[in-house]
């Protein structure tokens, strides 16, 4: 009941009306980068950053959790709308979407999708809201070696279940690691792997590596082999208003809820994110539908179940984010970031020193689900029209912004130096199928990583034998390796489920295209 | 090129027709493995203060083996044929080869801005940033990409140089302007 209270005073503060306006503008700045081609929520949210640089903590925190919502919501209506031949069933979910949109049936799968992750983030948020205060309550009693468990589960989790290899993503986990390692021990004050120079004493700022991966790795990548000629956007007709019509709405329903269901707790466990949660629900929707048929080729359960799970799971991400500290996906990773910029740490020590704050974040979440939806169905005109923006100047534009951000970290250009490199290393890492967000969350957990061990170390003087002896720690590791052969099964079978639909869905498009 | 001793699996070349050794994929990988020795070398460098037990190199020393294990197992898994998965986007040509002049250009661009910017200003600079990228990217008038990007830098110059208070340098062309604010 307590934490009711607590909701409402969030609520008073995030209804203020300036703070108000920073989620209006945060879900409307986050939609509209999370439409354009090419960046998806990790990269919006980083691309972001710096314009929160100026602002109050909870201001702040209240904007980014519009961008968050608004990036996440973003990409649904790039895979919809826009028609980019030769991707097949890289994402799968994305399909039936951009088949609707085809069919002519464009608003009608927006609808559902903006509708659907309006229903999943609200229940998912009241989830967030019961579960957070007794997760944090819970967590204030664990120790150093508990927290090391919990930390070294996020390792293993991001860097085994996070992209398509199991050495690659570690590998890329242990480059995160080492680069959170450059710079001086905070403990001895020794400096690391500095290599005696003096921009490096500091460390490495992870704006510089998150935006240098997501922002210019990305836009490299796509430079390099980017489609030239016209955009092809399917073309949205009627009011939105009509969108959708009654039979969508009964075959709609069910979906979303079961998306929601299926979204929130996946995305609470690190799993692998919401890659995972949106591949259960199509697999689930495929398997209950009366319209099997349709599926591949435009079935409306193909979107309102899996954009549901999509959103859930991220309002589900915030769960460990917020409680424990824990990132479970890149996107999270930064949103940690920028709670780190303004010198705070998410955890259980946030619930009971800033709980003013912590809540009126919450209660901004709730906010920021309706404005979404409030501002996605009307304006679907200027989405449109985003996504025709020419690359040459989308793309100049993205790394501009990027390299404002570093410039504007400490007004050094040494920081966009170290931008570029790393920009390149991101460009490589993409190249050879090394999967960056392990990175990203290795090097923001590994020095919270290094304190926790040592102190745990300190405690038990220098005997090992502490990381597993307690009941918490021992439990956490064996739920990590259930945890590692459920995901990595399940990855299997997403494989497997996925090259399946693409043939199965090749022969509809050859029918189409004969046609 | 015989080297059927990587044993580049069929399964692998049925599906896109690669060069048989993946050099980039294994120098990558070897790049790897060599930061992870460079990690292992460089933690018994680092100097433990006399009386800690606990010190700076034990961390330095766990993350060495990670980076060497899973290097290690990239390795063996592209010797052994296992080609990377990579991944495809909205504007990703996938028939395309790699453009390695454009990439050069973006990157040329980004570091002319970083020496520019303490030289002509920040706007300036992010014109010069703009354009050169735009119009290495294919756009069609270059001179419109140097006037949007001017724009564009005015703009931020202005917001967050002038009205929110960055210290973003005005350069000597605009020096006019900041006195403004």
Redesign the interface.
Known sequence: MDSWTLLLEGFATALQPQYLIFAFFGVLIGTAVGVL??IGPAMTVALLLPLT??LDPTAALITFAGIYYGGMYGGST??IL?N?P??SA?IVTAIEGNRMAKLGRGAAALATAAIGSFIAGTIATVGLTLLAPVLAQFAVNLGPADYVALIVIAFVTV?ALIG?????G??S???G??LG?VGT?T??A????TLGLLPLSDGIDIVLVAVGLFA?GE??????????GGIDVIPVTGGWRSWMTKDDWKRSWKPWLRGTAIGFPIGTIPAGGADVATFLSYATERKLSKHKKEFGRGAIEGVAGPESANNAAAAGVLVPLLTLGLPTTATAAIILVAFQAYGLQPGPQLFQNQPALVWALVASLYLGNVILIVLNLPLVGMWVKLLQI????L???I??FA??GA??LN?A?VD??I??II??LG??M?????PVAPLVVGMIL?PM??EY??KA??LS??DLSTLVMQPFAATAYIVLALLVAGGLWLRRRQTRYEQQLTESIAVPIKADQEV | MDAPILGASGRAEATRPAPRVPL??LV??LL?LA??VF?LV?AFS????VG?????T???IF?SI??L???A??LV?VLRG???????????????????L??AK??G???A???L??VIG?APA?AV???V????????RWWL?FV??LV??LV?QVV?GGL?????PWGPALGWLGGMF
């Open positions: 081609p090419g640089y100026t790039t895979s826009l980019t030769g991707e890289s860097g398509s290899s199991v050495p690659r570690m590998t986990l242990g480059v690691l080492f390692l021990d403990l001895t020794q400096q690391r792997y210019v836009t490299l990548y796509i430079a390099a082999r980017l489609r030239h020419p690359r040459p100047y793309y100049a534009g790394l501009l390299a404002f410039y504007a007004f250009v966009i130096l931008l570029v920009g390149v460009y490589f993409r190249r050879f199928g090394y590994g990583g290094e061990l040592r170390l300190q003087q220098g | 980039g994929e990558f990988a790897m930061l992870g990690a460089g680092i100097h433990v203060p800690v037990k606990v010190g700076p034990i961390f330095p993350v990670v980076l294990g899973s290097a197992a990239v898994s296992n080609r990377a998965e990579v991944e495809e986007g909205e504007d990703i040509d996938p028939d395309a080869k790699t453009d390695w454009t990439l973006i990157v661009a980004v570091v801005h970083l020496l910017i303490d920040w992010a940033l703009f354009g990228v735009a119009w290495s990217l294919g756009a069609k990409a949007i990007g564009l830098g931020v967050f929110m208070g960055l210290s973003l």
